[in-house]
């Protein structure tokens, strides 16, 4: 039987902590270590406990998200770091991107969207919401490179055709399943070559992905609203 996933959770609103636990409690395989009320105690816990998953409030007292973050990622890569946050704190969540964080859910995500996203961060995957992350980077990438004559940035020349597709579907957040679907190929082909294009062009995840194809110009942000 695998070992569980164990989870340090992080929110100033203690309903909102307990909420969290509930959920994540109630399903098998996932158990939750601690709870903090403020950035400091999270990252205390953290270097505690080691939990695979450090599930983390943008907006808390004493150290705020980003920065907790930026210190638990710094004691190693052992916890994977996931961000709540809410729509009207864009400028937060595109710098813990930036940072390296794993992903970041919406506060008011349903359920079972937050139990897949802490599976899917203690696996090593990154979590993109397509529609949350295209609109951040859109929003926030200001100063993108121009593309090629080609229309791919010299940053991607590594890259050959087939990965070049598979990168540009990614950069919409796509998953492996859709990419696959979308270009007719088997869903472990499609794995391997997001395995080739992080290694090629020397990235983390899939967050970090998608920050490199809009700031090289690749994806061309959408004009502010």
């Given amino acids: 039987m695998a070992d569980p996933v164990t989870v340090v959770i992080a929110d100033d609103q203690r309903l909102v902590r307990q909420g969290l636990r509930l959920i ?11 709870e903090a009320d403020d950035g400091a105690e999270a990252v205390a816990l953290v270097r505690k406990h080691s939990p695979a998953v450090a599930l983390l ?3 808390m007292p004493v150290l705020d ?7 638990v990622m710094a004691l190693g890569p052992a916890t994977k770091v996931l961000i709540l946050t ?3 704190a864009d400028e937060y969540v595109y710098e813990a991107l930036r940072a ?4 970041f859910l919406l506060k008011d995500a349903p359920a079972e969207q937050l139990i897949v996203a802490v599976r899917s961060v ?8 397509p529609v949350i992350t295209r609109r951040l980077i859109s929003r926030f990438t200001l100063a993108a490179k121009p593309a090629g004559p080609d229309g791919v940035p010299e940053a991607l020349s590594a890259l050959t055709t087939r990965e070049i597709d598979v990168f540009r579907l990614l950069a919409q957040g796509r998953s492996n399943v859709e990419i696959a679907r979308d270009l007719v190929v088997e869903e472990n082909t ?31 942000p959408e004009p502010r609203s």
Avoid: W
Wanted: no cysteine; charged share 25%.
């Fill in 24 to 34: 994540l409690e109630s399903e098998p395989g996932i158990d939750v270590l601690a």
């Fill in 65 to 71: 998200g980003l920065r907790a973050a930026r210190q």
């Fill in 100 to 103: 390296g964080v794993s992903g």
């Fill in 86 to 88: 809410t729509f009207d």
């Fill in 122 to 129: 203690a696996a090593g995957d990154a979590l993109i919401d």
């Fill in 57 to 59: 409030d943008i907006r």
């Fill in 190 to 220: 499609v794995k391997t070559h997001v395995s080739r294009i992080l290694m090629k062009l020397n990235l983390r995840d899939r967050v970090q992905a998608v920050v490199l194809a809009y700031e090289s110009g690749f994806v061309t």
